[in-house]
């Protein structure tokens, strides 16, 4: 790779791919717009680390010019700049659409008029399969598992997608833009279906970044909402494991253009919410506070990555199991709190 572009890249996984891509010595251009809460402060970390190799560019993937700018002379891009939240695609369905199904179609036209386009690798998500209703769920212990057998490995590439919510519909569609110009134009592209990441440079909220949103919460000593019973089971992934899983599929992007991929820690690394919380409760220093609330349309009680189609191609597998990340994810939460009392 002699340079790469990555729409979103002050963002959590930007930002980690970032950082593993400097270190390797690999030029980086980050196109992002700044909206994300976090994102200045992933920046200023990236620059203190490498301040000649990365390369900013403050726009957004709405804006044709913004694209076009940051496409030009780049090998490679990763576009993760999205609108992220369930929630807020239904109280706002039309901005949702415009920077994830727009905001990639601009990201493909741009690509496709290049002299010699780059690849392209997306992050989309597990909710383009929708509630998964149909999957016959039994509650053991304190979490939900699927009584048949065929799912207990997860979820695999081959079940109908079935967008669910205006976050689905529109991740969906440009997951779909995204396998069809490879098809009808010969772009490199691959897709990625991932589940739950997380890891640190992460800044959680309800609906995105649970995982830190809940460690985050507990060092508070604020409350943290459930919405259902915390029953609810899925797969988590380190951020370091998906970068390396990023190189993987770039590394072979030409051999598996126009595929999709479910990506996340697979049934190693599942957990349900009431597991993370004593997990949690064992590492907080004050009493973990829970309040429980109805669910929420949509949720899926169970979601569990099979990752055997993207293991078989290039032989990547998670190596940072559920305890050691969680690990991880608390020291770097509790160090920034520490030099935020600080300042």
């Known amino acids: 790779m002699k340079r790469v572009l990555i729409t979103g890249g002050a963002g959590f996984i930007g930002s980690n791919l970032a950082h593993r891509l400097l270190s390797l010595g690999v030029p980086v251009r980050i196109l992002d717009n700044l909206s994300r809460r976090g ?47 369930v929630t807020s695609s239904v109280t706002d369905p039309e901005t949702d659409f415009d920077i994830n199904a727009r905001g990639t179609l601009n990201v493909l036209e741009a690509i496709r008029h290049q002299l010699d386009p780059p690849g392209l690798i997306f992050t989309s998500t597990n909710k383009v399969y929708g509630a998964l209703e149909d999957i016959d769920l039994e509650r053991r212990g304190d979490r939900y598992e699927p009584r048949d057998p065929n799912y207990r490995e997860g979820v695999d590439e081959s079940r109908p997608l079935d967008f669910h919510s205006p976050y689905g519909c529109s991740k969906g569609a440009a997951d779909q833009y995204i396998r069809d110009y490879a098809r009808i134009y010969g772009l490199s592209t691959i897709v990625f279906r991932m589940s739950c990441i997380y890891g640190p440079r992460q800044f959680g909220n309800e609906d995105q970044g649970w995982v830190a949103h809940f460690l985050m919460q507990a060092m508070r000593g604020e409350a943290i909402s459930i919405y259902g019973d915390g029953a609810q089971v899925r797969d988590i992934l380190f951020a370091g494991d998906l970068v390396d899983a990023f190189l993987q599929a770039e590394s072979n992007i030409e051999r598996l253009a126009g595929r999709a991929f479910n990506i996340g820690g697979g049934a190693a690394n599942s957990i349900s919410l009431l597991d993370l919380l004593r997990k949690i409760d064992d590492l907080s220093p004050y009493p973990t506070q829970v309040r429980f609330d109805e669910w929420r349309p949509g949720d899926q009680r169970y979601y569990v990555s099979d990752c055997s189609s993207f293991r078989e191609a290039t032989g990547w597998s998670p190596e940072v199991g559920v305890n050691e990340g969680i690990r991880r994810l608390h020291e770097w939460v509790a160090r920034r709190a520490a030099v935020m009392q600080e300042v």
């Open 39 to 85: 994102s200045r402060e992933n920046l200023m970390w990236l620059r203190h680390d490498f301040p000649g190799d990365l390369e900013v560019m403050v726009g957004d993937v709405r804006k044709h010019n913004d694209i076009e700018a940051a496409i030009q002379g780049v090998d490679q891009v990763f576009h993760f700049a999205a609108q992220v939240a």
